[in-house]
């Protein structure tokens, strides 16, 4: 049912212009629960931005969606395989976290979609300047650059929609008989990292708090790897354990202790080379270098991501030093 005719098309045109990548959408068995898994590596003009994952699930009232994609065009491409497999209204989109990747395609669901109700946590609100004015510049710096790296894809015409609804630690709902629990994770990859568990069919969205497939991305100025630690442990304790999870970036996984591993060893890796290289005085430059990064070389987003990451965590590991 789900092979329609678009899926096969090379190019399918969006207002947003044309989206020529493959756009398979992929069901779990035995849940009305579909996702769409991005290509690896850093968003730029051959993946046409399409590089995170999101889902949504069908009930009888309407269907809830999880992140909207990083462009406009990705985020109408979603709303057609919605349309695809049902006509029910989009009942609300829940978002990860507030980052380029998983928000531009918001736009699409506000002016295709009757703009349904946005929920995230609440330090959402600092990517769009909530609290401090630094904060609201680096939303608009992200926008200009993607402005440049994924044109036409992301243009003059593209904005970021805020949250219509926010909350803080711990909130479930139910649409159309469906138990739906979101919980703050953050801050770890941003300040606001959530997970959505779908209940009844212990399924697992996991946002950015969990990669498969490429260097995790760390370098935002608020990530706090101490704390991504604990949220990772706390996953690999939920009771049940979700039969399926799907990640942020990567494949889906059916084994949390595995898919959340890559993330744990990596973080865990950079975090240990830099505290040494704190304690032991050295700049951060002679201490990258000196690190063996064999192991994680040759993942996707390597070049882009880890000397960046490498850095964020040099800083926090040396603000803990101070502590
Ligand atoms: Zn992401």
Redo the contacts with the bound molecule.
Sequence with gaps: MLQATVLTANEVETPYSAVSLPFSLHKIPGAPVYYVIGLSGVPDSVNEGH??NAGFVVTNDGVVVFDALGTPALGYRLLQRIREVTDKPVERIVISHY?A??IYGLQAFKEHAGAPPVWAQQRALDYLGGSTASQGEDAARRLAQRREALFPWVSKSTYVVAPTHTFDDKMTFTVGGIDFELKHLGPAHAPGDIIMLVKNYGVLFSG?VIYKGRVP?LDSPETDTSHWLEGLESLAKLQPQPRYIIP??GDISNDTKKAIKVTQDYIGYVRREMQKAVEDLIPFDEAYDAVDWSQYKNMPAFNASNRGNAYRIYLEMEANNLK
Excluded: A, L, Y
């Design positions: 590089t995170s980052h990747d998983h950015d991305f942020g970036h």
